[in-house]
């Protein structure tokens, strides 16, 4: 019965197909990414996957590179295949050793110092337990109406400065930096929750957490007067190798992006330019699709979230209209090749680290029966049936994963070759996302000024900024991705996000409590999967977050 | 007893016949009385033999530092009580001791063994699950002195800790609101504070930071080049109403309640039990005839896997861990805070001891704190009653050769150039260099020995998995 379902929107999806691949935005000049075939079938030799019966090694999350580990370091394990190989794993190390310290060249403003203060334990950051508290594992990226860089902040709000006397980091002050002329943190930005409630359709209740972000303290003066803000939460790392082994083609298999199968889910891939090859390369990383590699991400997090330049962003974290940011700037003694913080040796290791970084194995299997756990199968077939697959694409196939693009690294520098990594080459994986940009609906109102009692506010020191929105739009067009779009989130680990940091929650901004509430977050493309599971029955519920768990 | 013996020849044979097929010269290998070996090994040194022996070591090593811990602790309660010069030298003395023993033990990390897995189940019962040990809690590093005491922000060059975990109050001594009572529950609860691994609140090298504080340079200035000198807490930071040698300051002329100077003494003497709570249910693992793991790893059906864990350690250590993270980041980025022992200026012993005790376990040997020599039988003995004569010698030479350049580095520190020192000068950096080679060589040949002896350390993870049962 539910084979034959399956089988039914399969044909459905090809009578579809209609080679509508090209990324609307895509710049003419640039190379037009493949032609897509088979809307939601790659052509990746492996049979249709279905819904009532789990594949053969399904609870392998991600292949041979699957950890066992379930405890709270579950996310921070070795793909198995180098934990033997000496070589590779003394470059783990280094790597794991460099994402855990704190470097040479931080500032002049920042999130944070480390990666790991972020990612933390390699999982999701979290949000401030306080307004009081200042965000570490979270921020606020900026922009104007258009999503261009504020003309002072930039990108990103950094909620810390390198001024001395300082040791842990200085807080903004209003006008601070421009009334003394420090490198004060940015600007300070805070959250504050409104309880909304719902109904299943039982009639049982829940409630959901709206956030609404305050930014006050304003170091460098004010914002530009269309500003948007939209606020991150630091995802999980692990398993991002894999996701960039994955072979274009079979990605873009999936993008419908005028949903000319009508199910109501499109689904758009994005292009960007790779560094150092300077390739037009499929986006695949950051919650709006910025990035096409682990390396570029993670060297714009180096310079966005740390202020520690590096080959392939180069500038420091500071607008030209931030003086003292610039000041501050000329004062670090770069250590690096051509006035940089970190060298491409510490770059290549850091990105093999996150690149072999384990997927933890599925719970509520059986090895020695190989059975799934009654409640995990019958929440996995609700979720097909809800069609959360449409986005949420269990499995795909990695292909031959890319040689770094910095070369080979061994622990004293590099080996002058450029090898493909075997470990993560040919793996059935099963990450739960298209990698897909979606349209998740919501809207917001435009950003106000309001003195802290919720009165209209002009200008100053009392004046804070104000974002409001419905759902889960942000308002703020990133990229290519509109205020509405965000990339499908890997599903993996997802029952083991608050083994890993209790204090962790969900969706990009954390909302979400629990993973229920992030469903129910859900709008937009994913309006109808979320109907469908507020019609469910308590029990039929409860499989489905048993399976969720389970991943 | 008979039939282990049997066990352990029958599996001597085949892995023999396996190894080398034909005539081999090794006629004593069928284990004929009295038969004379190779190069003067015994013929009846078996798999068993070399992991009974690395066990009896493991178990020495670890009371060797649960012992000095132990008189770590003594000195520093009599330092605490009375912080005159002479005993805060002596407790410093007493931290520089305990090093020595534990510097031998990291060569049994990296193989699931008690130091990286030992926990408790549900009953009580020490049971090893990965990644649960308190190897983190004994030796973890970089440390996060500032969530620990008070330092000196040095000229805005400092790298701040991660302002995220920092309490309200500055630090867990300053801050009375938060922390009003300094425990060893206190500490192990601190302890990679809010998740972040960075925070570091236990184990040597917290002591280690509260006797000498941070490395700044001798006048107590800081600039980028550092000098020979350690780190530069003075004692009376130790000085307390009860003590009445003088006013409690934090760190010179910065005169503070004499509690602040109470509360770093509760610290360090929490520390230091803490430090030997932890390597106690290390020493109980290990304790031959009766330590759950020593029974386990020694196990007949076990023996294999426990060869295979330690050339495991033996490789990883070698490479990931001493040449990688310890020195080569060290060097390159040349950053005190990437050095090991960075607040006492103690990083070249660590290097040496942890090459040692990649020797000790190659050799079947270690050498106790009160000098009494242990031998036993060896991975080189092994080697070549499975007739792999000149990897054996390979090893062997490539172990020494590790030795003898580590020992240039230790040397050079005894001359007055500490390895942070070493790590600036070029001249001096050679032999950092050199030794990151020859440790890097010695691996490789661990490889082969791993190959010849027939034992797969990629199946490691399978003794461990907790998945599916």
Redesign the interface.
């Known amino acids: 019965m539910k084979r034959h379902l399956l089988l039914t929107s399969f044909m459905l999806s090809a009578l579809g197909c209609g080679g509508s691949s090209q990324s609307p935005e895509a710049k003419p000049s640039e190379p037009q990414p493949p032609v897509v075939t088979l809307p939601g079938q790659p052509n990746d030799g492996l049979a249709p996957l279905s819904s009532s019966t789990p594949d053969n090694n399904e609870?392998l999350a991600g292949g041979a590179v699957t950890?066992?580990?379930?405890?709270?370091?579950a996310f921070?394990q070795s793909a198995?295949?180098i934990?033997?190989d000496?070589?590779l794993?003394?470059?783990?190390?280094?790597g794991d050793?460099?994402f855990?310290?704190?470097?040479?060249g931080?500032g002049p403003v920042f999130n944070?110092?480390?990666c790991?203060?972020c990612h933390?334990?390699d999982g999701r950051g979290e949000v401030p337990s306080s307004p009081q508290?200042?965000m570490?594992?979270m921020f606020l990226r900026i922009s104007d109406e258009n999503g261009q860089p504020d003309a002072v902040y930039g990108d990103q709000l950094q909620t810390?400065g390198?001024?001395?006397?300082?040791?842990?980091?200085a807080l903004p002050k209003f006008n601070g930096a421009l009334d003394e002329g420090l490198a004060y943190g940015e600007a300070y930005a805070f959250v504050e929750y409104e309880n909304i409630t719902g109904k299943f359709a039982d009639g049982e209740e829940y409630e959901l957490r709206k956030p609404i972000y305050k930014v006050t303290d304003l170091s460098y003066g004010p914002f530009n007067d269309t500003v948007r803000f939209s606020a991150r939460v630091s995802p999980a790392i692990f398993g991002s190798g894999l996701l960039h082994a994955i072979p274009e083609q079979y990605i873009t298999s999936y993008a419908d992006p005028d949903d000319v199968d009508n199910d109501g889910i499109s689904g758009r891939a994005v292009y960007v330019t790779e560094p150092i090859s300077e390739q037009t390369k499929l986006a695949r990383f950051g919650y709006k699709l910025g990035t096409a590699s682990v390396l570029q991400q993670i060297a714009g997090a180096y310079r966005g979230d740390m202020g520690v330049t590096n080959r392939i962003n180069q500038a420091e974290p500071c607008t030209e209209n931030q003086v003292a940011c610039n000041e501050q700037a000329a004062l670090e003694?770069n250590?690096e090749a051509n006035g940089l913080d970190l060298?491409d040796?510490?770059l290549a290791q850091v990105e093999f680290y996150n690149r072999l970084l384990a997927v933890p194995?599925r719970?509520g299997?059986?090895?020695?029966t190989s059975t799934w756990q009654d409640d995990v199968k019958h929440g996995r077939a609700l979720f097909f049936d809800a069609n959360c697959n449409g986005c949420h694409v269990p499995r795909h196939k990695t292909g031959e994963a890319p040689a770094s693009l910095l070369g080979d690294v061994d622990?004293?520098g590099f080996t002058g070759e450029s090898t493909p990594i075997a470990a993560l080459s040919e793996q059935v994986i099963y990450p739960y996302s298209d990698l897909l940009l979606h349209d998740m609906g919501g809207e917001c109102a435009p950003i106000k000024l309001e003195n802290a009692q919720g009165g209209s506010c002009q200008v100053g020191e009392n004046c804070i900024y104000v974002k409001r929105c419905e759902g889960l739009a942000d308002n703020r067009p990133e990229g290519q991705a509109s205020g509405t779009e965000w990339r499908t989130t890997p599903l993996w680990g997802l029952g083991l996000v608050q083994q890993?940091?209790?204090?962790a929650t969900y969706l990009h901004d954390g909302r979400a409590r629990t993973i229920s509430e992030a469903i129910l977050w859900h709008g937009g493309e994913a309006e109808k999967a979320k109907q469908a599971y507020l019609a469910m029955s308590k029990t039929e519920r409860s499989q489905l977050l048993a399976f969720l768990n389970s991943l | 007893m008979k039939k282990i013996a049997n066990f352990a020849l029958s599996s001597l044979c085949v892995a023999m016949l396996a190894a080398c097929s034909g005539d081999d010269g090794k006629d004593g290998a069928d284990g004929a009385p009295g038969a004379s070996g190779e190069s003067g090994v015994s013929t009846y040194v078996t798999e068993k033999d070399v992991v009974v022996t690395n066990a009896q070591h493991a178990y020495a090593v670890y009371a060797d530092s649960l012992i000095a811990a132990k008189q770590l602790k003594n000195v520093i309660e009599q330092f605490v009580a009375e912080p005159s010069e002479a005993n805060f030298s002596a407790a410093k003395n007493a931290w520089l001791d305990a090093r020595e023993p534990y510097g031998q033990s990291e060569v049994y990390r990296f193989r699931e063994g008690p130091i990286d897995n030992l926990t408790r189940d549900d009953n009580g019962n020490p049971v090893l699950v990965a990644e649960e040990g308190p190897e983190g809690a004994i030796n973890a590093w970089p440390l996060a002195e500032a969530l620990i005491d008070y330092t000196i922000d040095m000229d805005g060059a400092q790298l701040p800790e991660n302002p995220a975990s920092l309490p309200v109050g500055g630090n867990i001594i300053a801050d009375l609101a938060e922390f009003p009572d300094i425990t060893k529950a206190l500490l192990a609860e601190q302890f990679e504070r809010g998740d972040d691994e960075a925070n570091v609140t236990s184990g040597y090298h917290a002591i280690e930071f509260l006797l000498w504080g941070q490395d700044l340079n001798a006048d107590g200035s800081y600039t980028p080049n550092r000098d020979y000198s350690a780190g530069y807490r003075k004692v009376n930071d130790y000085y307390t109403a009860a003590s009445g040698m003088g006013e409690c300051t934090s760190g010179v002329d910065n005169v503070v309640d004499s509690v602040i100077c109470e509360r770093r003494g509760d610290y360090l003497i929490a520390a230091a039990d803490l430090l030997i709570d932890d390597l106690q249910g290390v020493v109980d693992a290990w304790t031959p005839g009766s330590g759950f793991h020593y029974v386990e790893f020694t196990k007949d059906e076990n023996v294999k896997a426990s060869l295979a864990k330690i050339l495991e350690g033996m490789g990883r250590l070698s490479f990931g861990e001493l040449a990688g993270e310890r020195m080569s980041i060290a060097l390159r980025t040349d950053s005190q805070e990437d050095e090991h022992s960075c607040f006492s200026d103690n990083t070249h012993r660590d290097i040496f001891l942890n090459a040692k005790g990649i020797q000790n376990a190659f050799n079947g040997a270690y050498q106790r704190m009160d000098g009494e020599t242990l031998e036993g039988a060896s991975i080189y003995d092994l080697l070549v009653v499975d007739g792999s004569h000149e990897l054996a010698n390979e090893l062997r030479a490539a172990i020494e050769d590790t030795m003898a350049k580590a020992a240039v580095i230790d040397t050079n520190a005894k001359l007055g150039y500490s390895f942070d020192v070493q790590i600036q000068n070029a001249d001096l950096k050679q032999p950092v260099t050199h030794t990151i080679e020859a440790l890097k060589s010695q691996t490789q040949v661990i490889k082969q020995a791993i190959e010849a002896l027939e034992v797969t350390t990629g199946d490691l993870e399978q003794d461990t998995d907790e998945f599916g049962s």
Do not use: M, W
């Not at chain 1, 890993?500 to 204090?503: E, G, L, M, T, W």
């Open positions: 609870h950890t066992d580990v379930q405890n709270e370091d921070s198995p295949a934990r033997s000496f070589a794993d003394a470059v783990f190390k280094s050793h460099l855990r310290g704190t470097h040479k931080l944070n110092p480390t790991q203060g933390i334990k508290r200042a570490t594992s810390f390198t001024v001395a006397g300082h040791p842990t980091g003694q250590s060298s040796l510490d194995a719970r299997f059986d090895v020695q622990i004293l890993v940091n209790a204090r």
